[in-house]
């Protein structure tokens, strides 16, 4: 069974730069879409943006300016980075993927990972 | 943008069955997936396009979608169900998947 591991600061100051990695295992990169989503406290979700195992990306329009998803196949890890951070990005921040097709349900999830935003 | 519009709560009895709404402009000709997430932990996927469940996934757990609301069913009802629930669709007009605003199913 795929297992996602997200690791990374769980404090960010603001205008500087988060970044998060998800750790694979049980499975390869192989084949499906991995995705960022978070959930500020008490609110509902939001898809930050998605890789497929062949590099192509796609970003909420609402972050697109500042999002970055890479893959390491390597590692089987794939990775976010969003710039410029302020207080409303504050959030849990989960790695997850879609086994049934880029618009299919978020299969498997990450524990999630809490990142601050605050100086 | 697309807007999913889910009732913020709903309580029922054990052993009743609790019927959690997602409302939707049409949202009966999207793929609609349901997650269950308790307090602490990661959504997990309870139904995928509309009414698959995944392994592992209770038969009294059950989902419809038609014209304009989408329904997750819970049949049943126990006290470990009490929780919030979220539907998920993908937007088509901004290209992306979005969350409804999820509902809280309290079991009195």
């Known amino acids: 069974q795929v297992q996602l591991q997200e690791s990374g600061p769980g404090l960010v100051k603001p205008s500087e730069t988060l970044s998060l990695t998800c750790t694979v295992s049980g499975g390869s990169l192989g084949g499906y879409y991995w995705s960022w989503i978070r959930q500020p406290p008490g609110k509902r979700p939001e898809w930050i943006g998605y890789?497929?195992?062949?590099?192509?990306?796609k970003y909420n329009p609402s972050l697109r300016s500042r999002v970055s998803i890479s893959l390491d196949t390597s590692k089987n890890q794939f990775s976010l980075r969003l710039s410029s951070v302020t207080a409303a990005d504050t959030a849990i921040y989960y790695c997850?993927?879609?086994?049934?097709?880029?618009?299919?349900?978020?299969?498997?999830w990450g524990q999630g990972t809490l990142v601050a935003v605050s100086s | 943008s697309y807007v999913l519009t889910q009732p913020p709560s709903v309580s029922v009895a054990p052993g009743e069955t609790a019927r959690i709404v997602c409302g939707g402009n049409?949202?009966?000709?999207?793929?609609v997936h349901w997650y269950q997430q308790r307090p602490g932990q990661a959504p997990v996927l309870v139904i995928y396009y509309d009414s698959n469940r995944p392994s592992g996934i209770p038969e009294r757990i059950s989902g419809s979608n038609s014209g304009n609301t989408a329904t997750l069913v819970i049949s049943r009802v126990e006290a470990g169900d009490e929780a919030d629930y979220y539907c998920?669709?993908?937007?088509?007009?901004?290209?992306?998947?979005?969350f409804g605003g999820g509902t809280k199913l309290t079991v009195l």
């Open positions: 998920q669709v993908w937007d088509s007009s901004s290209d992306h998947p979005i």
């Open positions: 997850a993927t879609s086994i049934g097709g880029a618009h299919g349900g978020f299969d498997y």
């Open positions: 890789i497929s195992f062949s590099g192509t990306t």
């Open positions: 049409n949202i009966g000709s999207k793929s």
